[in-house]
């Protein structure tokens, strides 16, 4: 079993940036692609950006392409967000997400109760 740690969630104002940090721990890890979702108050946990085991495939959503970038350096166990020009809109709760033998294109449309492991989540707010 794999466990998942976020970090590097805070208060930001809008067009100001973060890096969001997910450590894995467990067995296998090179058999994982890794992604974050995010749930908003009030909405349903939705998918932000994967990436493959070995780093060199990556996905995101429409919602964040050009302000996101998902890292997996030297493909090893840590899993990096970097969220740059934030909106208000970007606020919620970050989840890390790993699932074994699926590829980075396919987390997206995984089903979230489905998915291998997940962290507990790191608040984003971003005050406009």
């Known amino acids: 079993q794999v466990q998942l740690v976020e970090s590097g969630g805070g208060l930001v104002q809008a067009g100001g940036s973060l890096r969001l940090s997910c450590v894995a721990s467990?067995?296998?890890?090179?058999?994982?692609?890794m992604g974050w979702f995010r749930q908003a108050p009030g909405k349903e946990r939705e998918f932000v950006a994967a990436?493959?085991?070995?780093?060199?495939?990556?996905d995101y959503a429409d919602s964040v392409k050009g302000r996101f970038t998902i890292s997996r350096p030297n493909a090893k166990n840590t899993v990096y967000l970097q969220i740059d020009s934030l909106k208000p809109e970007d606020t919620a709760v970050y989840y890390c997400?790993?699932?074994?033998?699926?590829?980075?294109?396919?987390?997206?449309?995984?089903?979230?109760?489905?998915?291998?492991?997940w962290g507990k989540g790191t608040l984003v707010t971003v005050s406009s």
């Open positions: 467990g067995s296998f890890l090179n058999t994982y692609a």
């Open positions: 997400a790993a699932d074994r033998f699926t590829a980075a294109t396919r987390m997206r449309t995984k089903s979230i109760g489905n998915m291998d492991c």
């Open positions: 990436i493959s085991w070995s780093a060199n495939s990556a």
